[in-house]
């Protein structure tokens, strides 16, 4: 039986500590450095064991779906319910003075529902990478050459 090579004794081992570090946000070069190797092995790796694809996209796509999903919702008006404490104080009279005889406060909760507006930034952001074709984040500036010699002969008889 041949010897274990590197990837074999150094990667395949950890496959669920990587799963859990591309989970984690690790990014592949330090990855790889936890590893024990350089980045280029650990691409030449990815290259070549597919269960090795499979944990890193694995790691990845959890995160990766949870903060699409919350960006969606971010894309939408939106009603939520909070539990917000308020204090409430009870005052105990005597029955036949009419004294006060003890206060007592306690916290108790009420639901108050609240409207979250949608993130403009957001749906600019959604609908940027989502319909390209449509909509384009970058300002498209044309200078005409004539326009630009226009301006600096205008610039020439002015001190700064």
């Not at 597919?50 to 996209?57: C, F, H, I, K």
């Not at 960006?71 to 003075?97: A, G, H, Q, S, W």
Request: with cysteine.
């Amino acid at each position: 039986m041949s010897k274990p090579n590197k990837y074999q004794r150094l990667v395949k081992p950890r496959l669920y500590e990587i799963k859990e570090w591309a989970r984690n946000g690790v990014i592949d070069a330090d990855i790889a450095t936890r590893l024990g190797i350089v980045y280029s092995t650990l691409r030449i790796y990815v290259a070549k064991y597919p269960e090795l694809v499979t944990a890193l996209e694995d790691g990845k796509a959890q995160p990766n779906n949870k903060v699409e999903s919350n960006l969606y919702l971010k894309t939408e008006d939106r009603i939520i319910t909070l539990e917000k404490p308020i204090k409430v104080k009870e005052t105990i009279f005597d029955p036949n003075t009419g004294r006060k005889l003890k206060e007592i406060e306690k916290i108790e909760y009420a639901h108050e529902e609240v409207h979250i507006p949608a993130d403009t930034a957001a749906i600019i952001f959604y609908l940027c990478n989502r319909l390209k074709e449509f909509w384009k984040n970058k300002q498209l500036t044309q200078v005409m050459v004539s326009d630009l010699a226009k301006y600096l002969d205008s610039l020439k008889g002015e001190e700064f």
